[in-house]
Structure formats: structure tokens, C-alpha cells
């Protein structure tokens, strides 16, 4: 009974606003935003395996143990793993007191956790490329640059969403040796960098 619920949650979690469940979809924010890339449900299947087929690891307690599997994604390294433990202790303890601290709610705290992580990996590469791209046209700062991002990320910008969970696949892709899905997704993300570019170039006028 335990291990449908943490699977049913290994599934929501890793689909929620990323993936168009058997469809090779992958969507942005909303559905209505979205790329169709062939066997990108085979990369997230692998990747929902690499946490289904560990969660004793999880249900013993030995989290360092289960975050340790998570090495073999691109980027995630020591450093990384220690950093998501930390602060996963931290999250615990400060759980600690409440009474009979749901197994599923302990299972997304940690998957979240992951998750979050290795989105932020590649996705930082496309904002770094983003800002390379806008000062190649036009000399504006750093610090501008920054606030026209974050003003995207406020309002939801529907390239921003689609550039995120490419990113995300990207990682995956080289992560499970799919080069070309990997291909796809860089063609796909300067796609979606470049729109974003024109966006600040446009208000920079």
C-alpha cells in the first residue's frame, strides 16, 4: 500500500508541469505551451525507475544512501548531494515535532528536493547564454539583464516555462546517454533563449 502511494508520487511529482504523461510531450507551465520530443517518455521512465527501484533505501531511513544513486545525473555531484542532505535535515528537524509526519509527505520533501536541483543545473547555462546573447546585440548590464529575467519569471513568461523543463530534459538526456534527444533539446533551448532575448532587446529599445 505504501509503495503504490510512493509511486503514484514518484509519478505526479516528476510529470507536474513538465511532462504529458505516454506522449512524448513536454509541456511548460500550462499544457498550452508545449514540444513534442520522440522518447522523452523513455528518459523520464528511467528516471522515475531510479527512484521506484531504490525506495527501500528511503522507507530504511538511509537518505544519504538513496540520494547518493542520484550521482549519475549530469552536474550532480558530491558537493550537490550534501548540499540537498543538509538541507533535507534541516527540513526534517524542523518536522520533528509534528505528530505522525505523513511517509508520502517525507517521499515529495526529498524528491522535491532533487528535482530542484538538477532543474537549476542546465537551466543556469541558458540564463548565462541568455545574457551572453542579449550583450553580443546591445551594452546593457548585468544587473538590468537580471531584472527583465526575473520580471519573466514573475509573470509566468510562457518561453521562460518551456526553456525550464527543456533544460530539465536535456539533463536527463545526456544523464541516460540519449544524445540525440540531448541535440534536440539544445536546438529546441536556443529556440526559446533567442525569443527571450528579442523580449529584453524589445523593452530595451
Known amino acids: 500500500m505504501i509503495l503504490e502511494q510512493l509511486y503514484d508520487a514518484t509519478n505526479n511529482l516528476i510529470n507536474q508541469q513538465f511532462y504529458k504523461d505516454g ?16 522518447n522523452s517518455g523513455q528518459i523520464i521512465r528511467k528516471f522515475k525507475d531510479l527512484f521506484n527501484r531504490n525506495l ?8 544519504l544512501q538513496f540520494l547518493n544513486l542520484f550521482k549519475k ?15 533535507l535535515q534541516l527540513k ?21 528536493s532533487l528535482i530542484s536541483s538538477i532543474r537549476d543545473i542546465d537551466f543556469d547555462d541558458a540564463l548565462t547564454e541568455i545574457n551572453k546573447r542579449v550583450k553580443k546585440k546591445k ?43 540531448a541535440h534536440i533539446c539544445k536546438i529546441q533551448k536556443s529556440k526559446y533563449i533567442n525569443r527571450i532575448v528579442n523580449i529584453i532587446l524589445d523593452i530595451n529599445n
Open 23 to 38: 506522449q512524448d510531450i513536454i509541456i511548460g507551465r500550462t499544457p498550452e505551451v508545449s514540444v513534442k520530443i520522440s
Open 56 to 63: 527501500h533505501l528511503f522507507l530504511d531511513g538511509k537518505y
Open 73 to 87: 545525473i549530469k552536474g550532480i555531484d558530491e558537493n550537490y548531494i550534501n548540499e540537498i542532505y543538509q538541507d
Open 92 to 112: 526534517f528537524h524542523n518536522l520533528k515535532d509534528t505528530d505522525n509526519i505523513d511517509i508520502v509527505v517525507l517521499y515529495a520533501i526529498v524528491l522535491n
Open 139 to 181: 551594452k546593457i548590464s548585468d544587473n538590468k539583464i537580471q531584472r527583465e529575467l526575473d520580471m519573466l519569471f514573475m509573470k509566468n513568461n510562457d518561453n521562460v516555462s518551456i526553456l525550464y523543463n527543456l533544460s530539465y530534459l536535456d539533463t536527463l538526456a545526456e544523464s541516460f546517454n540519449y544524445r540525440k534527444v
